[in-house]
C-alpha cells in the first residue's frame, strides 16, 4: 500500500481533487443536488485512485441515509480524514 495519498504533502493531484470533490458534495444545501453529487463521486477520476475497493467509500452513503431530510454540516475538515455530521 502506497501511503503517500494520506499527506496533502506527497499525495499526487487526484488524490488531492477527490478529496476536495468531497468536501464540496458536503457544502452542496440542496438536499436532492447533494444526493446526486454524491452518487456522482464515483464518477470522479480520484474515486478508484482513493478508493481501491468501494466500500471504504460506502459507509459515507450510509450514514448520509440514516440522517436524511436533516441538515449537513462538515465538523473537520482535514486532509482524507473529514468528518460529516449528516441529520441534524
Known amino acids: 500500500m502506497n501511503f503517500d495519498s494520506f499527506s ?15 468536501v464540496q458534495a458536503v457544502k452542496v444545501e440542496d438536499d436532492a ?17 482513493s478508493h481501491p475497493r468501494a466500500d471504504h467509500f460506502v459507509p459515507m452513503y450510509v450514514a448520509a441515509g440514516a440522517g436524511d431530510g436533516g441538515a449537513v454540516r462538515l465538523v473537520t475538515d482535514i486532509y482524507s480524514s473529514e468528518t460529516i455530521a449528516f441529520g441534524l
Do not use: M, W, Y
Not at 499525495?11 to 478529496?19: L, Q, R, T, Y
Open 8 to 22: 496533502p504533502e506527497t499525495a499526487k493531484p487526484v488524490h488531492i481533487e477527490f478529496d476536495r470533490a468531497v
Open 33 to 49: 443536488a447533494r444526493k446526486t453529487t454524491f452518487v456522482n463521486l464515483f464518477q470522479h477520476p480520484g474515486f478508484s485512485e
